[in-house]
Nanobody, 125 residues
Framework: QVHLMESGGGLVQAGNSLTLSCTTSVRTYSAYNMAWFRQAPGKEREFVATTRWDGGRVLYADSVKGRFTISRDNDKIAASLQMDSLRPEDTAVYYC??????????????????WGQGTQVTVSS
């Protein structure tokens, strides 16, 4: 069983920044792709960003491209999501997820095997 834990959420004003972190219990982190998703109240969970197992490729949702940066540290078995220029519409519970390594960059939640419990991000206008 793989355990994930997100941290770093909170309440910020629009235009400000937050950095989310995700730590995992996997033994070989480099064997996993990882991603961030988010879910706003009353909406479906949506893709935010993903990074390939080696960090060599990343992909972002159009809504966050240019504002969010996903990164991973395979030595520390952790990943982060740097969120800049936050907007009220970014308000959601943010989840990190991992799946076994693939050269693809899956954007569907169904393609990820393990999930954290989520961290709330609230952006006020």
């Amino acid at each position: 069983q793989v355990h994930l834990m997100e941290s770093g959420g909170g309440l910020v004003q629009a235009g400000n920044s937050l950095t989310l972190s995700c730590t995992t219990s996997v033994r070989t982190y480099s064997a996993y792709n990882m991603a961030w998703f988010r879910q706003a109240p009353g909406k479906e969970r949506e893709f935010v960003a993903t990074t390939r197992w080696d960090g060599g490729r990343v992909l972002y949702a159009d809504s966050v491209k240019g504002r969010f940066t996903i990164s991973r540290d395979n030595d520390k078995i952790a990943a982060s999501l740097q969120m800049d220029s936050l907007r009220p519409e970014d308000t959601a519970v943010y989840y990190c997820a991992v799946r076994h390594a693939t050269t693809k960059l899956p954007t569907s939640a169904d393609e990820y095997d393990y999930w954290g419990q989520g961290t709330q991000v609230t952006v006020s206008s």
